[in-house]
């Protein structure tokens, strides 16, 4: 495409407007392994014996987990002995299980082996810390060993531990050195006594752990994250927070203390979480990087996720539940003889940790029963703790009725920041960059808690810089961000994208990382007047008349008749994925394939229609999905009725092959071998779904043109320097001069520039492309090529203050 030209003309005379200095955060959820066999950098599984089938409850694969997963018994030299679990006499009843170990022929040791987390990496020369929770159950004084090894049982580091002399639980420690780095060790504990021994707790840790913590965070990821700079972190999510039911919300309290005291539960996401990354840890790695705490607590509801639908802290008991959320202030931010202070103290940090943030509730359906505990809780606080800023929730997408009715709630009870979250596709970002023009500047300020463009390539980071450009823009009234999920490891994965995935020794940047960093590090205080003339103009894109129909299913099997476009008959039906079949009339999809896809071969009328048919479900996990008003392959609506694990009903738009959803979703399972009457109507930009003659959805789906090139400019006050932030998501190449009008001589300029293909970039890899910096002439104005596809921060630094 021909290269265009542009004049960026900033304003740096200017006041500015002065902006949210915690715009760009984080946000941390345990999802994708990102605590357990991640961040937290335990390297054994199941640690304390804790696993239960509870942890993945609606999968065929729960009655493999177990008390002893993750442990296998070891016999060596013609050892004889048993494993089994007990429960009688526990170190806590929140550590409820131990591993009784029996050993009848001690041969040349039997005990205990755990492979740890898909593998154990161990470097040379690095020492681990080892410890064990123990008593002697039967028979003399018991020496154990501790060894790392390779899979096939070369020896890396071996220590005794011990000898346990105690029918009393007691901590047993000792360290050990790799003597070579293997990337998938284990771990193996032996005794080498007859007699029983019980096991509750086995620990090993890297010595070297971030900032040297004891209980500490993995090194190398937790880097990556203090290299970007958050103002803030939120934790501990998401869905995580308020929990499948209202025994799985995540309790504060349960999470601090010795290890051995924490409540460990199933996680939402179908795994177990140790808690051995708590608040105490938390809050700890906030200090240590430099950002503020926003932790989030359920509203005194769960999920309504939750098989049953949302469920309520009942009216008695609200009052303790209010009481533990005030509690959680005084443990941040009270004096350490308080008593909530004083179980900081004890944990060594009697200094307050300075929470100004509290986030209560998650994406929660506004029902009645939120409104009341939400408003308990919320007067509480401001009555308690005037100095906390509480943030609250308006349902989990920017649109539709939880979202509406989250705001006008908010807006009643004078709540100060609200929180919306928004998983949308590159194309939607770029349409809805003037949305926070609108915001009302009297309150609530916006937190825009999660949000992503659906994938790690360019395009989709070029997006979310665009969007991040956007809410710089109305830094006045956008008083947060964060992009989510953060973490992910490879082959662990229950949501994608992520803004770093990892192993077990490698840590991988994606293009959406290196742009949130490129926002962060250099953010400002006060929004610049911007003016652009000039500029790449996007090429027009070719658009067909909506005229595609389609039927498909998500691993289920499902049946399809008397399919109408306009009350005529729609035939000749070409199978894209899955087993398709036609018979007495009815179209069958018999697969179990993730994705099945029919697409009618025969062109539809052109322009607005009515889609009608019936559906059944005969089998599988999900519902059905119906296809319409296609104007390009990847540019579609489509209806998804019992989507999320057949949960309810959805109306979705593709964009250039990303999904997203249009409305908020109906809670509507599909029952198996019922016949359902479906109904759809486009007319221009109206939409409207039945399902058995009863509306679903009514929407208007308007469109904006998007920002192709899009400009911020922003004064850091601490140092003078003025900033410039441009997203060319075009394949033009832009000569651009930058002129900073009455912004005085710079001691240099720099221009940060990631560029990349716009399909470029991919989950589970490096970032093809890292930014790259170089500095600028100074001659006045500042001239700069900007690349295709590109994000490039300019930054002008000036004279700093002595």
């Known amino acids: 495409m021909t290269d265009s030209k542009a004049v960026i003309t900033v304003d740096a005379s200017a006041a500015g407007l002065p902006i949210s200095p915690d715009l760009f955060g984080i946000f941390f959820e345990d999802l994708n392994h990102a605590a357990d066999g991640g961040l937290y950098a335990e390297l054994l599984q199941n640690r ?79 020492r681990y810390n080892v410890r064990v929770l123990a008593r002697r159950a039967g028979g003399g004084p018991a020496a154990l060993t501790v060894r790392l090894e390779s899979a096939a049982g070369a020896v890396h580091g071996q220590a005794a531990l011990g000898p346990l002399t105690s029918d009393e639980w007691t901590w047993y420690t000792a360290t050990l050195e790799a003597a070579s780095s293997d990337p998938d060790a284990r771990f193996t504990v032996l005794t080498h006594t007859r007699g029983v021994l019980h096991l509750a707790f086995v620990s090993l840790f890297p010595r070297a752990t971030f900032r040297d913590r004891p209980n500490g965070l993995r090194a190398d990821l937790a880097q990556a994250i203090a290299d970007l700079q958050p103002t803030f972190v939120r934790f501990p999510g998401g869905c995580v927070a308020h929990g499948l039911g209202l025994g799985n919300m995540y309790r504060w309290k349960d999470t601090v203390g010795p290890l051995e005291w924490r409540r460990t539960q199933p996680n939402l996401w ?44 009942p009216e008695p008991d609200m009052p303790l539940y209010v009481q533990e959320v005030l509690d959680l202030v005084e443990y941040a931010n009270g004096p350490p003889d308080s008593p909530w202070g004083a179980v900081r103290a004890a944990a060594g940090h009697p200094e307050p940790f300075g929470l100004v943030y509290l986030g209560v509730g998650n994406e929660d359906q506004i029902t009645p029963e939120f409104r009341e505990r939400f408003a308990l809780i919320h007067a509480a606080l401001r009555e308690h703790h005037p100095e906390v800023t509480v943030i609250g929730t308006t349902g989990p997408a920017p649109v539709g009725a939880e979202w509406e009715q989250g705001w006008e709630f908010a807006r009643k009870l004078g709540v100060e920041i609200v929180d919306e979250h928004s998983y949308k596709s590159p194309r939607w970002f770029l349409e809805n960059t003037h949305r926070f023009d609108a915001l009302d500047r009297s309150g609530p300020q916006l937190y825009v808690g999660e949000y992503a463009a659906r994938g790690n390539t360019m395009l989709c980071a070029l997006a979310e810089a665009t969007y991040m450009i956007a809410m710089e823009r109305a830094g006045d009234v956008v008083r947060l961000s964060s992009y989510a999920p953060l973490l992910a490891k490879v082959g662990n994965t229950q949501w994608v994208p992520d803004l770093i995935y990892f192993d077990n020794s490698h840590v991988h940047k994606t293009l959406n990382y290196h742009v949130q960093r490129m926002h962060s590090v250099n953010s400002g205080d006060s929004s610049l007047p911007v003016t652009v003339s000039g500029g790449p103009t996007a090429p027009a894109e070719p658009r067909a008349d909506r005229q595609g129909v389609s039927l498909g299913t998500c691993a289920t099997q499902a049946e399809f008749a008397d399919v109408r476009i306009d009350g005529r008959p729609a035939e000749g039906w070409e199978p894209r994925a899955g087993e398709w079949e036609v018979a007495g009339g009815v179209l069958r999809q018999t697969a179990d394939t993730p994705e099945a896809l029919a697409v009618l071969a025969s062109a539809a009328r052109a322009g607005d229609c009515v889609v009608t048919l019936r559906a059944r479900r005969t089998g599988g996990a999900e519902g059905f999905v119906i296809g319409f008003g296609r104007t390009a392959p990847g540019d579609y609506y489509r209806w998804n009725l019992g989507g999320w694990r057949n949960r309810s009903l959805t109306l979705q738009r593709s964009d250039d092959g990303f999904i997203h959803d249009l409305a908020d979703p109906v809670p509507h399972p599909i029952e198996t071998g019922r016949w359902y009457d479906v109904r759809i109507e486009l007319r221009g930009s109206r939409i409207r779904c039945f399902l058995d003659g009863r509306p679903v959805h009514d929407l208007d789906d308007a469109t904006h043109d998007p920002e192709r090139f899009a400009v911020s400019s922003v004064r850091d006050s601490r140092t003078g320097d003025v900033i410039v932030k441009v997203a060319n998501t ?40 890292e930014p790259r910096t170089v500095t600028l002439s100074l001659s006045a104005p500042v001239e700069h090529e900007l690349p295709p596809y590109s994000f490039t921060v300019i930054r002008a630094v000036r004279h700093r203050a002595s």
Do not use: M
């Open 48 to 126: 304390s014996f804790s696993y239960s089938g509870a942890d993945r409850a609606d999968r065929a694969d729960r009655a493999d987990r177990h008390a002893l997963t993750a442990w296998e018994p070891v016999c060596l030299g013609g050892a004889e002995a048993g494993v089994t679990v007990g429960t009688d006499d526990p170190p806590h009843p929140n550590s409820p299980h131990h591993a009784e170990l029996r050993v009848t022929e001690p041969g040349g040791g039997a005990g205990l082996r755990n492979g740890g987390f898909g593998g154990i990496a161990v470097t040379a020369g690095e």
């Open 270 to 313: 179908g795994y177990h979480q140790s808690a051995g990354l708590g608040y105490f840890e938390y809050f700890q790695f906030c200090e240590d990087i430099g950002a503020k705490p926003l932790p989030v607590v359920a509203a005194g509801v769960c999920c309504q996720n939750t098989p049953g639908g949302q469920q309520a802290v």
């Open 730 to 769: 075009t394949p033009s190449a832009v000569t651009t001069t930058i002129d900073l009008r009455d912004a005085g001589p710079p001691l240099r300029v720099t221009a940060t520039v990631l560029a990349a293909a716009p399909d470029d970039g991919e989950p589970f890899a490096p970032a093809p492309a």
